[in-house]
């Protein structure tokens, strides 16, 4: 729970002006407690602005070729929200415990810009784009251009992540994976989120991207490329040319969770765990692989 010096707008021009102001906004709060923590040891006090009742930031609406999903949607409620694609909600429903889901936000989880962020692998894969709203302006910003470093944002003083937006796509099976200490309550070490079309057994067309094993999340385009086209029967046969190509993709560091090998290991063993699963021959719209 986050207390202290709280305000509660109801508009988002009033809560972008308090942060221009130097308000901290937050939504679910399960990560700005812990700055909380941190301001209140070193004798700091920061106003927070609480976004719950800021009207039209918990909506979905699917039409015009996409899905808008608001940035105040909670984890639980996207996992269950069937008009959200099947990707982002496999990768919400990992996100720390139950009780956690049911306040964290998807805004929150972006706006936090940790490279282990849940969800975000699975965004970069659909190519969602995000919309910023200021109280004079609105922007749209792909996802991958969002975050600009680790805890690090393109975000303006003045702006608020209102909005998640995935374009339709033609894409057929979906695919992710978190490797964390434990089930529950754990942050992620790696996790990877992949989507594939596959047409008589050649890969059309391939998304990948790794979660925690560099400075944001890394989206694989150059071994995109490589692998469309490719008969997904002949990929396991090749497979250490492929892990090689992941090993010299991502920036695994060391730290108290994991270390960069390990990292870097399993990140290989992730990507020869998805194509094995291309390779069952899941019938389309089969939703995860």
Known sequence: ??????????????????????AILYAGGTDVMLR???????????????LNVVNGLKDVVVGGSKTRIGAMITMSKITRHPDIPDLLRQACGVVGSPALRNVATLGGNICTASPAGDSLPALCVLEALVELRSPTKTRIVPIDKFISGPKETVLAPDELLVAVIIPDNNLKCFYHRKVSSRTANAITKVSIAAA?????????????????VGPTVIRCTSLEQELKGISADKLPKT???????????????????????YRCIIASNLFEEIVNAINKRVPEHSGLI
């Open 1 to 22: 729970m986050v207390t202290g010096t709280t305000s509660c707008p109801e508009t988002i021009e009033a809560a972008a002006k308090a942060k221009a102001d130097g």
């Open 36 to 50: 909380y923590a941190q301001a209140i040891r070193t004798g700091q006090t920061v106003p927070f602005v609480f």
């Open 196 to 212: 594939t079309t596959i047409e008589d057994g050649i890969i059309k067309d391939i998304r990948l991207a790794f979660g925690a």
């Open 239 to 261: 497979m250490p040319h492929w892990k090689h190509q992941v090993a010299k993709l991502i920036e695994p560091i060391d730290d108290l969770r994991s270390t960069a090998q």
